[in-house]
């Protein structure tokens, strides 16, 4: 885990979270997947770094579909 202080990408706040999916979730990962700002409620995933919209997960291990 990187040491430097993340900042939400939306309204610039320190005040986030880093999310783990839990067992049984359909993307679950040993790990972070996403944050979470706790000021504008904004979910970014951790390897993707795009915004997630209410329903969206972030893929584990930031895997995408092979084009
Ligand atoms: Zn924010």
Not at 37 to 43: F, W
Request: hydrophobic share 20%; with cysteine.
């Amino acid at each position: 885990m990187d040491t430097q202080k993340q900042k939400c990408q939306k309204c610039g706040s320190e005040n986030i979270v880093m999310v783990e999916y839990g067992y049984g979730h359909p993307e679950h990962y040993d790990g972070v997947s996403e944050t979470m700002c706790n000021d504008c409620k904004a979910r970014f995933g951790r390897w993707s770094n795009k915004e997630l919209k209410e329903g969206e997960w972030e893929p584990r291990g930031g895997r995408f579909k092979a084009k």
